[in-house]
């Protein structure tokens, strides 16, 4: 009877030290999951694909930001310049209006003021010079929206990129007899998905905002062509 309650005592114990590293062991795996999930982990285990992709990112902020600041409708034209160069024009005064117009570092300035004192002489010569001035602006701003879908394409091609590199390092482990090893896998697998995901969350909000911008810079191009085709309307010399 003695041995038996000495023998449970010890299948106890046994049972105990057990549980206690079984728990000690879960609660690292947990530690080191946690670890794993932080930022700098992610980028650790993305490999060599996440400092192109890093570089993306900062591209794509720059030029979100700055595209949108160069779209803004006072870049392009404001009431005031457009009401006081109408009112000169249509008062015959050239130079004036001319003055009015490059008073403001505004895109319709640079683009009509050249073509103000051309009028009289030949309006559809002056015109065509309109046009062609705009066109020439409208291409200045829209080389940085135009960026932006770069961003958008190579992002998500790094991210492949990574991916292959990921599973070629996967499989020479394997070929180095890591099949029966799954957490030897784990780091390339890793790296496999976190540069395709990465490469993805660029992209799209890149291409997202390619298009809000195209849009926005369109619009504002047809309102400064008919506020420019107004002024040009009131010629005393028509």
């Known amino acids: 009877m003695k041995l038996n309650k000495h023998s449970l005592r010890i299948t106890c114990a046994l049972i105990l030290s057990i549980c206690s590293l079984s728990a000690q062991s879960a609660e690292s795996a947990k530690v080191t999951t946690e670890a794993n999930l932080s930022l700098w982990g992610l980028i650790q285990q993305g490999g060599w694909a996440m400092y192109p992709l890093g570089i993306c990112s900062l591209v794509m902020f720059f030029l979100i930001f700055y595209a949108w600041k160069e779209t803004q409708r006072g870049k392009f034209y404001t009431k005031e310049q457009t009401d006081s160069a109408s009112k ?74 990574g991916t292959v590199s990921g599973m070629i390092s996967a499989f020479q482990t394997i070929g180095r007899g890591g099949m029966g090893r799954p957490e030897l896998l784990a780091g390339d697998i890793g790296e496999a998905l976190i540069t395709t995901a990465t490469g993805l969350t660029i992209g799209i909000p890149a291409m997202i905002a390619y298009f809000v911008l195209r849009n926005r810079l369109n619009s504002a191009m047809i309102a400064t062509a008919q506020a420019g085709t107004e002024i040009m309307d009131t010629s005393s010399g028509d």
Request: glycine residues 4%.
């Open 88 to 161: 000169h024009l249509s008062d015959g005064s050239v130079k004036e209006c001319t003055a009015a117009l490059s008073s403001n570092n505004t895109l319709l300035g640079r683009a009509l003021a050249p073509t103000i004192p051309k009028l009289d002489q030949d309006r559809e010569k002056a015109e065509a010079l309109f046009v062609e001035n705009l066109e020439a602006e409208e291409n200045s701003v829209s080389q940085w929206v135009t960026y932006l879908n770069v961003v958008a394409s190579v992002a998500p091609m790094i991210g492949l990129l």
